[in-house]
């Protein structure tokens, strides 16, 4: 089992910055994936970034392309997302997720948080 804690969300104007934070523990391997994926009101959750944990190879959503840096904190099992340029249409829950095998894209990652709301006011 892995257990993954959010933090970081909150209010911020258009074109502000956030910065969420995910912490992985349990049985957690070098071989994961960890993604973000967003869910807003009355809409589908969606991917948004992942990064492999081992190499660090990035991917991100076409829209996030250029404002959203995922990374990760190997010694502190922690992946991050950096969120600047924020657009109220980015207003979401966030998710962090993991999962060891699989498309990175997908949304059927294995763990899951429980989610932090991201709220962009214009």
């Known amino acids: 089992q892995v257990q993954l804690v959010e933090s970081g969300g909150g209010l911020v104007q258009a074109g502000g910055s956030l910065r969420l934070s995910c912490a992985a523990s349990g049985r957690f391997f070098s071989s994961y994936t960890m993604g973000w994926f967003r869910q807003a009101p009355g809409k589908e959750r969606e991917f948004v970034a992942a990064?492999?944990?081992?190499?660090?190879?990035?991917h991100y959503k076409d829209s996030v392309k250029g404002r959203f840096t995922i990374s990760r904190d190997i010694a502190k099992n922690t992946v991050y997302l950096q969120m600047n340029s924020l657009k109220p249409e980015d207003t979401a829950v966030y998710y962090c997720?993991?999962?060891?095998?699989?498309?990175?894209?997908?949304?059927?990652?294995?763990?899951w948080g429980q989610g932090t709301q991201v709220t962009v006011s214009s």
């Open positions: 997720a993991a999962r060891q095998w699989g498309s990175v894209y997908a949304g059927d990652y294995d763990y």
């Open positions: 990064i492999i944990w081992s190499g660090g190879t990035t």
